[in-house]
């Protein structure tokens, strides 16, 4: 929140929440004498007559430092009024609270706050529509998944058909090689052997370095696709056939490719506005997306009982079979919100390429005779703790003492 958006407000109203109780101090424009300043129950009523107390001085906004969880109940409350609502992230809150000096209460976490609000409103982020954006980045996860999952069928089947035309041309865009910009852009255009051979070798390099990002290395590729074509004298049968199946394929993977950019692009817009998305994203191998999508499935981690409960929702719990007095073993368990599994567990797989923690803990796993996907399995369980954690205590993910 900028200043020019700050002088609106004539009372700065910080509330340290808490489970049981909250801590609400109000402070004027000018004065460091609070208006209100005392313990309030984690009830409705006592929150109403605080903050009213609080906006009956002037204009108001009620700030919080954890607007999930316990400070879920002072949030609605404030919007019901018709106060606005902004919160002090915990990594800002912690720096700021570090110049106040040593000491630590609720009282005082409550006045910095307010304080924080008033003198430096850059610290502090209005909350709007939190919920909304929750429902929202739900529904464009889903949408993403979705175009996700049909680029992959589109290039299983961009395989297949390059290979029935020109076994050597798949050779050389074999795996992830296809899918570059650059080659999909190759057969969008020439479909295969057929096409390419139409344009001839001369034309398609002028192309390719033509292309923006691709004026060096779209000559040389394009050379290379070449070599692979003539090292086949053979036509095979239905070429033409399948080289306009090729371009139309090719054509959707790229608009799939611009699909998922611009979801992405959105999923960053609503991220910024549920602050739990920040506090996944301080975890090594959790991004925007992921972020955003075990915040949304997750939602109010306070309906969870503990980390077990939210790791038997996420499908990540192993489950434990027994039979009589002698047999005792645990399989990986096959339900869960599918969403939020996935996304657990491909976070656990990139933090595990970035290292730290998270390496050694797969290793460990790895030299004790587990699979891969057994060790990134127990990885995410692991991990779900963190989460549970994090979300819980509203805090920000510290490399010194994390165990994963």
């Known amino acids: 929140?900028?200043?020019?958006?700050?002088?609106?407000?004539?009372?700065?109203?910080?509330v340290d929440v808490g489970k049981s109780s909250n801590y609400v101090v109000a402070l004027d424009r000018d004065g460091d004498e609070p208006l209100v300043s005392r313990a309030v129950g984690q009830a409705e009523a006592e929150l109403r007559e605080a903050l009213a107390e609080a906006a009956s001085h002037g204009v108001a906004l009620v700030v919080v430092d954890q607007p999930g969880s316990f400070g879920r109940l002072t949030v609605a409350v404030a919007?019901?009024?018709?106060?606005?609502?902004?919160q002090i992230p915990p990594k800002r809150f912690r720096q700021v609270a570090e110049t106040y000096g040593e000491g630590k209460s609720d009282a005082k976490d409550a006045f910095i706050i307010a304080d924080a609000a008033r003198s430096t409103p850059r610290?502090?982020?209005?909350?709007?529509?939190?919920?909304?954006?929750?429902?929202?980045?739900?529904?464009?996860?889903?949408?993403?998944?979705?175009?996700?999952?049909?680029?992959?069928r589109t290039y299983n089947r961009l395989h297949d058909l390059i290979n029935q035309a020109c076994p050597p041309l798949e050779r050389l865009f074999s795996g992830q090689r296809l899918h570059g910009e650059l080659a999909t852009r190759i057969f969008a255009r020439y479909g295969?052997?057929?096409?390419?051979?139409?344009?001839?070798?001369?034309?398609?390099?002028?192309?390719?370095?033509?292309?923006?990002?691709?004026?060096?290395?779209?000559?040389?590729?394009?050379?290379?696709?070449f070599d692979a074509i003539e090292s086949q004298t053979v036509d095979m049968p239905g070429t033409d056939?399948?080289?306009a199946q090729v371009r139309r394929l090719a054509a959707r993977a790229l608009e799939l490719e611009s699909v998922e950019m611009e979801l992405n692009a959105e999923l960053e817009r609503l991220s910024a506005l549920v602050p739990e998305v920040?506090?996944?994203?301080?975890?090594?191998?959790?991004g925007a997306v992921y972020g955003a999508t075990i915040a949304a499935e997750v939602g109010d981690v306070s309906r969870f009982d503990g980390p077990g409960r939210?790791?038997?929702?996420?499908?990540?719990?192993?489950?434990?079979?027994?039979?009589?007095?002698?047999?005792?073993?645990?399989r990986r368990r096959k339900g869960g919100n599918r969403r939020l599994k996935n996304a657990v567990i491909r976070s656990s797989e990139c933090s595990v390429m970035l290292g730290g923690p998270a390496r050694d803990y797969y290793d460990r796993?790895?030299?004790?005779?587990?699979?891969?996907?057994?060790?990134?399995?127990?990885?995410?369980?692991?991990?779900?703790d963190l989460v549970y954690a994090l979300l819980r205590d509203g805090t920000t993910y510290d490399p010194s003492t994390a165990r994963v």
């Open 1 to 14: 929140m900028d200043r020019r958006e700050a002088r609106k407000y004539e009372v700065f109203c910080g």
């Open 79 to 86: 919007r019901d009024m018709g106060l606005d609502v902004a």
């Open 123 to 152: 610290n502090v982020e209005l909350l709007e529509g939190r919920g909304d954006a929750l429902v929202a980045i739900r529904v464009v996860t889903s949408c993403r998944d979705d175009a996700v999952r049909e680029r992959t």
């Open 192 to 225: 295969g052997p057929h096409g390419l051979r139409r344009a001839g070798r001369a034309r398609a390099s002028s192309w390719a370095g033509s292309l923006k990002w691709h004026r060096s290395d779209g000559p040389a590729k394009m050379a290379e696709v």
């Open 241 to 243: 056939a399948i080289e």
């Open 278 to 286: 920040a506090l996944l994203r301080s975890v090594p191998g959790i």
């Open 310 to 330: 939210l790791a038997s929702y996420a499908g990540v719990a192993p489950v434990r079979e027994e039979s009589g007095i002698s047999v005792s073993r645990r």
């Open 365 to 384: 796993k790895r030299a004790e005779g587990k699979s891969h996907r057994q060790a990134i399995r127990s990885l995410a369980r692991r991990r779900i």
